[in-house]
C-alpha cells in the first residue's frame, strides 16, 4: 500500500472518499463504547471477589493492633509489610493510608503548600511563583493536581527511556522556583515507558536549587505486567539517599489495579525523616485510615510473589485486549504512515500519535461515531499538545467484541482526519 504522504491528489481524493464511506456507515451503527478511562474490566475485578470472603474476624488484631477499632496512624504493619516487599523498601519507610494513592499525591502537595515540606523554610503558599516539571505525555490527574494549586507546569518530553534528562537537569539546578516533578517509573501513562537506570541514575543524583524539591514517584504499575515476566525495578529511596538526596523523593503505589479500583488501598514511601514530619502532620488530620481494608488486603495480597500471582489473572484477560489494538494498528494505520505509537509490556495504555494537527480531529469523529476516547490533549501540560498529535487507547475496560469495533472506527477515524489534513495541504 502506498503511505499517504506518498499519494498525489487524485490517489488521496480516492482514499478520502473511500475513508468518508467507511465512516459514514461506522456512524450508521449507532455505537456507544468507551476507551476512555483505565479500568479494569467486570471480570477483572471479580478475580479478587474472594478477598471479601477472607475471614478478618478471626484475624482483627495483627501485630498488637486491633483493625477494628482507632489507632495505626501508619497503617496496619502487616499491610506495611506487603507494600514493602512490593517495592522493595523497609515497612519502616511506608506510610498506608486510605483508598487512593491520588489523594495521597494531593494531599503531600497540599501539605507542601500549607506547612511546607521537611526542608522548606516556609509554607509553599507564601512563596511568589511555583514551578513543576510534567514529562509528557504523562497522566492528567497528574497534571491537574499541580495545576489546582497554581502552578506553573513545565512540558518536559518523554523520550523512549524516560524525561529528557538534559532540560530536567538544568531547570533544577538553576531555578529554585522549579519545586518539583512527576515520575511514572515503570509503564508511564499513557507511553508505557520503563525509565532506563540512566535515567533513574541522573534523576536520584539531581542537584535542586530548591532545597525542599520533591520528586514525586509514582509507582502505580509496579508489578503490573501483562505481557511477559515482572521486570524488576530499583529502589529510588535507596538511589536518592546515596545520591545525598534522602528526603527529597516520596514513592506512591496502590492496590487499584490490583484488586478494586477505588476500594483498594494506597501506600507512600519515604526517608525516615520525611516519615516522622509527616506522620506529626497527618495525626492532626486523622485517627486511623481504613485498617479493616488493609487487613484484608494484606491477608489477601501477602508478599509481591502472591500478588504478583494474582496479577497473571489480569494479564490473561489484559494481554488479549492489547493485542487486538496492536493488530488493528499495524494492519490498518502502519502501512499508510500516518501513525506511531509504543507496544507497551505491562500497565493500561496504547499512546498513539497521529500525523502532527490530527489528534483533536480525531478525537472529534470518533466521538460522533459513538466511540469515547480521552479528551486530545488531556497528556500535556494545561490540556495542550503542541503537536496536536497525541491520543490515549485504553483497551482494559470494553469486552473484546466491542474493543475491536472501536479500534476499526478509531482507526477509520485515522485516516479520515489524515485525508483530511494532507487533502487541504495539497
Ligand atoms: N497514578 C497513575 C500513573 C495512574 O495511571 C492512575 C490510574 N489511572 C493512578 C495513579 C490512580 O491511582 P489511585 O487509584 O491509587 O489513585
Known amino acids: 500500500m502506498?503511505?499517504?504522504?506518498?499519494?498525489?491528489?487524485?490517489?488521496l481524493q480516492m482514499f478520502y472518499e473511500a475513508a468518508l464511506k467507511e465512516y459514514e456507515s461506522c456512524k450508521a451503527k449507532g455505537l456507544k463504547l468507551d476507551m476512555s478511562r483505565?479500568?479494569?474490566?467486570?471480570?477483572q475485578v471479580a478475580l479478587s471477589n474472594d478477598m471479601l470472603n477472607i475471614d478478618v474476624v478471626s484475624n482483627a488484631v495483627t501485630d498488637g493492633i486491633d483493625a477494628f477499632n482507632y489507632g495505626g496512624l501508619d497503617g496496619l504493619p502487616i499491610c506495611r509489610r506487603f507494600f514493602a516487599d512490593t517495592l522493595g523498601v523497609k515497612p519502616e519507610q511506608v506510610f498506608v493510608g486510605g483508598n487512593a494513592s491520588l489523594q495521597l499525591m494531593y494531599d503531600t502537595i497540599a501539605k507542601a503548600y500549607t506547612h511546607g515540606l521537611l526542608h522548606?523554610?516556609?509554607?509553599?503558599?507564601?512563596?511568589?511563583?511555583?514551578?513543576w516539571l510534567c514529562p509528557a505525555p504523562g497522566y492528567d490527574r497528574h497534571f491537574k493536581v499541580t495545576q489546582a494549586f497554581g502552578m506553573e507546569l513545565i512540558t518536559v518530553p518523554m523520550n523512549d527511556d524516560g524525561p529528557d534528562m538534559d532540560m530536567v537537569e538544568k531547570l533544577v539546578a538553576e531555578d529554585p522556583a522549579v519545586k518539583g516533578m512527576w515520575c511514572v517509573p515503570k509503564y508511564s501513562n499513557p507511553d508505557g515507558i520503563i525509565y532506563s537506570d540512566e535515567v533513574i541514575d541522573r534523576i536520584a543524583h539531581l542537584k535542586p536549587a530548591a532545597k525542599d524539591f520533591l520528586l514525586m514517584w509514582d509507582n502505580a504499575y509496579c508489578?503490573?505486567?501483562?505481557?511477559g515476566e515482572f521486570r524488576p525495578f530499583r529502589d529510588i529511596l535507596t538511589l536518592c539517599s546515596e545520591a545525598g538526596n534522602p528526603d527529597m523523593v516520596f514513592e506512591f503505589a496502590?492496590?487499584?489495579?490490583?484488586?478494586?479500583?477505588?476500594?483498594?488501598?494506597?501506600?507512600?514511601a519515604c526517608s525516615e525523616a520525611n516519615m516522622a514530619y509527616m506522620?506529626?502532620?497527618?495525626?492532626?488530620?486523622?485517627?486511623?485510615?481504613?485498617?479493616?481494608?488493609?487487613?484484608?488486603h494484606a491477608l489477601f495480597l501477602k508478599d509481591r510473589a502472591t500478588a504478583l500471582v494474582h496479577m497473571k489473572k489480569h494479564a490473561e484477560f489484559l494481554k488479549p485486549k492489547f493485542d487486538i489494538v496492536l493488530e488493528y494498528l499495524e494492519r490498518e494505520i502502519k502501512p499508510l504512515d500516518i501513525g506511531r505509537w509504543h507496544t507497551p509490556k505491562g500497565g493500561y495504555f496504547v499512546s498513539f500519535f497521529t500525523i502532527p494537527g490530527c489528534a483533536k480531529r480525531t478525537n472529534q469523529l470518533a466521538k460522533e461515531a459513538g466511540v469515547v476516547m480521552t479528551a486530545a490533549g488531556a497528556t500535556y501540560p494545561y490540556g495542550i499538545d503542541p503537536e496536536d498529535s497525541n491520543l490515549r487507547i485504553a483497551p482494559s475496560y470494553p469486552p473484546v467484541e466491542e474493543l475491536k469495533e472501536a479500534m476499526s472506527v478509531f482507526c477509520?477515524?485515522?485516516?479520515?482526519?489524515?485525508?483530511?489534513?494532507?487533502?487541504?495541504?495539497?
Open 120 to 131: 522548606s523554610e516556609k509554607p509553599w503558599s507564601k512563596l511568589d511563583k511555583i514551578k
Open 254 to 268: 496502590s492496590t487499584s489495579k490490583i484488586t478494586f479500583p477505588g476500594s483498594g488501598v494506597a501506600c507512600f
Open 38 to 43: 483505565g479500568k479494569p474490566s467486570r471480570a
Open 279 to 296: 506522620k506529626k502532620l497527618i495525626s492532626a488530620q486523622t485517627i486511623s485510615f481504613d485498617k479493616i481494608n488493609q487487613l484484608r
Open 223 to 227: 508489578i503490573h505486567e501483562f505481557d
Open 412 to 426: 477509520t477515524c485515522v485516516k479520515l482526519a489524515a485525508a483530511e489534513k494532507l487533502l487541504a495541504e495539497k
Open 2 to 11: 502506498t503511505s499517504l504522504e506518498q499519494m498525489d491528489r487524485a490517489e
